[in-house]
T-cell receptor
């Protein structure tokens, strides 16, 4: 059974700092990995999608990497801003059943 | 292009009542899913569908029914509401192997 773990569970950083969020998964049989952002009381916003054949994806100040063989992904946020404060969720789409399995998320707070 | 829409946004039920959460998408996606989100437990898959007329169970299907008569709609039915079903419910859709898009969620309280 696929399990997804996100570390740390919570992170507080000063504005301007570069930071890394970690995601690990137990089964490498995945189609893709997706990073989401969720603001309090809101839905999920897709940030980046990495297909299993890709190593990384970039969007603005965000860069996500994928190492399928070791079951790890990182989300790098450059020059963090208070507006980046949110919960960040990692999810893998498993091959068997084509379902999305989520981690519990990392709560990020960027202090001004 | 509205994306994924969900109704209602909020709902309060009494134990034993039934109701249907509505989900619709206008992107012609074949895959649709329902998740529930509970504090400390992340999102868990309830039911999913890979196309009209085809549904399957996810991780936590008990107490819920789904049907997929059209590509656009994927309603979730609570048969007899229980306090344990108090949660936030999200619907999502995608093409095969592609990015998942989520609706805004329905916040359900069962008393």
């Amino acid at each position: 059974k696929q399990e997804v773990t996100q570390i740390p569970a919570a992170l507080s950083v000063p504005e301007g700092e570069n930071l890394v969020l970690n995601c690990s998964f137990t089964d490498s049989a995945i189609y893709n990995l997706q990073w989401f952002r969720q603001d309090p009381g809101k839905g999920l916003t897709s940030l980046l999608l990495i297909q299993s054949s890709q190593r990384e994806q970039t969007s603005g100040r965000l860069n996500a990497s994928l190492d399928k063989s070791s079951g790890r992904s990182t989300l790098y946020i450059a020059a963090s801003q208070p507006g980046d404060s949110a919960t960040y969720l990692c999810a893998v789409r498993v091959v068997y059943g084509n379902k999305l399995v989520f981690g519990a998320g990392t709560i990020l707070r960027v202090k001004s | 292009n509205a994306g994924v829409t969900q109704t209602p946004k909020f709902q309060v039920l009494k134990t034993g009542q039934s109701m249907t959460l509505q989900c619709a998408q206008d992107m012609n996606h074949e895959y649709m899913s329902w998740y529930r989100q509970d504090p400390g437990m992340g999102l868990r898959l309830i039911h999913y569908s890979v196309g009209a007329g085809i549904t399957d169970q996810g991780e936590v299907p008990n107490g819920y029914n789904v049907s997929r008569s059209t590509t656009e709609d994927f309603p979730l039915r609570l048969l007899s509401a229980a306090p344990s079903q108090t949660s936030v419910y999200f619907c999502a859709s995608s093409r095969q192997g592609d990015e998942q898009y989520f609706g805004p969620g329905t916040r359900l309280t069962v008393t």
